[in-house]
């Protein structure tokens, strides 16, 4: 009788209003604990039903989540849902916004069922100290838009090259925006570079809205992850794109004095032109996930091109002789500042091999000393 009772009380589950969205998560937990008096139980039915199909559609797409619950779009409305307690992360983040779900009602409860693999994801090597090692910022995502300022806060390009990095090893094309044009004259002088290399670039300012109509252009019909350093105004531009959405900001002066970010929740935006757009949190660090030492150069397109002439095959462009990446530099036909940013994102990775969080071969999570999640 006893066991009964305590069975019974682990199945329990809730169902809740969506308003632990524009709190965090952190009021969530609290709101739980408050209305845990108010719980609906669970069906048994649904608790007990077969395991999760291996071959399905997905009939939603998850714009946010906590650890148990996946808010989704489904049939053109929200839909707040329990995640299927069977469902496991195998490494991975479990549901990211973006992800394709199969979601089940059953007797006024939602289900997310089974989670489709996904075509592209933004990643980074977990620094939390839990189960997964490979924390997925956003699923299914045509494209990351790699957010920096002009100014306040001042542009730094080794953020651009690790996003660069990560959009490459996910399957994402990247775009720059660099936002807060109105507070200076010249775009940073990186610019030129990345249009070399092929990355569509965007001068933005949500104050005088220079830019937006040419991002609008080229995001249609496409979804997007928005990804920078905190302050930036990532949130911002969502505003300007689509100004019903009221995302709440916050000058960067509140960010430094709070040591504090604004958003504090991914989550998926539908505006209009078929453009769906993720806001996350700002970073500090990017860690790379799944890129080995070696492999940095690879991802540094104008690198690899000078680097066919190294005398050597397996060349660092570090310190050996006859190097052709270290001569170009000298020359000044390859650009220091990308040198450098290489060889920072090399020591980097390198000096992290093993220390990383992780059930998974260390080297293959190499991040950033003192990323942030
Ligand atoms: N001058 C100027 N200020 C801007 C522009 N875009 C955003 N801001 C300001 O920058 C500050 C930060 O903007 P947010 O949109 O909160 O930045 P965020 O990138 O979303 O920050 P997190 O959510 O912490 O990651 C706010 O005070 C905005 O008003 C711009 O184009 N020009
Ligand atoms: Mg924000
Ligand atoms: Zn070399």
Redesign the pocket.
């Given at each position: 009788m006893a066991k009964k009772k305590k069975l019974e009380k682990k199945k329990r589950r809730t169902v809740r209003e969506r308003d632990w969205l524009t709190h965090g998560e952190s009021s969530f937990t609290h709101d739980l604990v408050r209305h845990r008096r108010a719980q609906v139980k669970l069906s048994e039915s649904s608790v007990e039903q077969a395991a999760p199909p291996e071959d399905f559609e997905p009939n939603a797409t998850v714009i946010s989540h906590s650890k148990k619950w996946g808010f989704v779009q489904m049939d053109g409305s929200e839909q707040l849902c329990i995640i299927d307690e069977r469902l496991k992360e195998h490494g991975a983040t479990l549901i990211a916004p973006g992800d394709e779900v199969l979601v089940e009602i059953e007797e006024d409860e939602a289900i997310i069922r089974a989670i489709a693999p996904r075509r592209s994801r933004l990643s980074r090597p977990s620094t939390r100290h839990h189960d997964v090692s490979e924390q997925v910022i956003a699923a299914n995502v045509d494209h990351l838009i790699v957010?920096a300022?002009a100014a306040?806060p001042p542009f730094r390009a080794g953020l651009v090259d690790r996003y660069l990095i990560a959009a490459q090893t996910g399957g994402i094309e990247p775009l720059l925006c660099i936002?807060?044009?109105?507070?200076v004259e010249e775009p940073p002088a990186e610019v030129a570079l990345y249009k070399d290399l092929g990355v569509q670039v965007f001068l933005?300012?949500?104050?005088?809205r220079a830019g937006l109509d040419a991002l609008l252009a080229a995001l249609r019909g496409k979804t997007a992850v928005l990804s920078?350093?905190?302050?930036?105004?990532?949130?911002?531009?969502l505003?300007?794109l689509d100004p019903d959405l009221r995302?709440?900001?916050?000058?960067?002066s509140?960010?430094s004095r709070r040591g504090q970010?604004?958003?504090t929740l991914s989550r998926l935006y539908e505006l209009r032109d078929g453009i769906r757009i993720i806001?996350?949190?700002?970073i500090r660090a990017l860690g790379l996930w799944q890129v080995s030492p070696e492999e940095v150069a690879y991802y540094f397109p104008d690198i690899a091109e000078v680097s066919a002439a190294c005398r050597f095959r397996d060349c660092t462009h570090t310190h050996e002789p006859e190097c052709a990446v270290r001569a170009a530099v000298e020359a000044g036909t390859l650009h220091r500042g990308r040198y450098d940013s290489y060889l920072r994102i090399r020591a980097s990775l390198e000096s992290d091999t093993g220390t990383t969080p992780g059930r998974m071969a260390s080297n293959w999570q190499a991040g950033v000393k003192g990323a942030e999640e």
């Open positions: 957010v300022a306040e936002n807060k044009m109105d507070l933005t300012s949500c104050e005088t920078g350093h905190s302050g930036v105004g990532k949130s911002s531009l505003n300007a995302l709440h900001t916050q000058p960067i509140d960010h970010h604004t958003t806001d996350t949190p700002g």
